[in-house]
């Protein structure tokens, strides 16, 4: 498999399983700082900025990325931190766009 962030997100309508957290476990070394929930139907990354700006920015970057792939996350935004979560609504689990988002997301802050 190539590398997630060199993938496209598939539209995602229902009618498949979620992965399974092996399967998920599998993917998250490809979306470092990532971590999945203890009933693995999400996974989450904070992100700390400097101030209010850089958060914003991040936030607008994100957003970028939410539409070109069709695949939105839940945000929090707060003044100096932004916490991301995704989770696939349409199967109410983690699909592999979930991963796709977040190493297109780390590699906004270069990682």
Not at 36 to 64: G, K, L, P, Q
Request: with cysteine.
């Amino acid at each position: 498999m190539s590398a997630l962030k060199q993938q496209r997100c598939a539209p995602c309508e229902g009618g498949v399983d979620p992965l399974d957290r092996r399967a998920a476990e599998n993917l998250l070394p490809q979306a470092k700082g990532w971590r999945i929930n203890d009933a693995a139907n999400e996974i989450s990354r904070s992100f700390d900025f400097n101030d209010f700006y850089e958060t914003m920015a991040f936030v607008n970057a994100v957003a970028w990325v939410a539409n070109r792939e069709d695949h939105h996350p839940d945000l929090e935004v707060g003044y100096k931190r932004c916490h991301v979560r995704y989770s696939t609504h349409a199967i109410k689990g983690l699909s592999i766009n979930d991963f796709i988002c977040a190493a297109k997301i780390n590699d906004l802050i270069g990682e």
